[in-house]
């Protein structure tokens, strides 16, 4: 049972244009919500993260946007560079049992 | 400040033997969570423990597999008698577990290949 779901297995965006990566839920009980990127042979990096309390989150190129009656985040990399081509996972937590739910990922190629 | 440790940072095995892979969560982390990524997939949440308890075994197979995390030194995930379909990159996250916003932080992961 996929509570989180990452339904764009893979993104191509060309170096300096936005990079847009969007993430699905089906709990409403999830409070909070997280992005992690990773590189290959390593372990997820935390990123950035919101609470349900908020619709946005900024730090930095990245910005985190929840809309919580479609039950939808999304981030946004601004302007995206090469360095940014990683697999990105988004996240859910379950307050209640502080439980965390994982995507199964998005994989992001910035062009130069 | 040391972040989450992991090891080994890759391990062979040959089928029927036993796989141990320990980590040592953040200084002042207390929740301990292992992940199982196979190759092209997702990362898959296995178990998860406090010191001493484990809270959440949910995704953690019922056969061969066992996790601890006892009050002194690292969690541990065992593996007894791999076989092939065991071999996967093994994440091991921790948090604060405490309230409101908490965040889980990874260690670099222990690659393990069954032959």
């Known amino acids: 049972d996929q509570q989180v779901k990452q339904n764009s297995p893979s993104l191509s965006v060309q170096e300096g244009r936005i990079s847009i990566l969007n993430c699905d839920y089906t709990n409403s009980m999830f409070d909070y919500f997280l992005w992690y990127k990773k590189y290959p042979a390593e372990g997820p990096t935390f990123l950035i993260s919101i609470s349900s309390i908020k619709d946005k989150n900024e730090d930095g190129r990245f910005t985190v946007f929840l809309n919580k009656s479609a039950k939808h985040l999304s981030l946004h990399i601004v302007p995206s560079q090469p360095g940014d081509s990683a697999v990105y996972f988004c996240?859910?937590?379950?307050?209640?049992?502080?439980?965390?739910?994982f995507g199964t990922g998005t994989s992001l190629t910035v062009i130069p | 400040n040391a972040g989450v440790m992991q090891n080994p940072r890759h391990l062979v095995r040959r089928r029927g033997q036993e796989a141990r892979l320990r980590c040592s969560p953040m200084k002042g982390h207390s929740h301990v969570y292992w992940y199982r990524q196979l190759p092209e997939e997702g990362l898959k949440f296995m178990v998860y423990l406090q010191k001493e308890n484990i809270i959440d075994e949910s995704g953690m197979p019922k056969e061969r597999f066992s996790a601890e995390f006892p009050k002194e030194g690292p969690s541990i995930l065992r593996i007894q008698q791999v076989v092939r379909g065991d071999s996967a990159a093994y994440f091991c996250?921790?948090?604060?577990?405490?309230?409101?916003?908490?965040?889980?932080?990874f260690g670099p992961g222990t690659r393990l290949t069954v032959l």
């Open positions: 996250a921790s948090s604060t577990g405490g309230p409101g916003t908490d965040t889980q932080y």
């Open positions: 996240a859910a937590r379950r307050e209640i049992g502080n439980q965390f739910y």
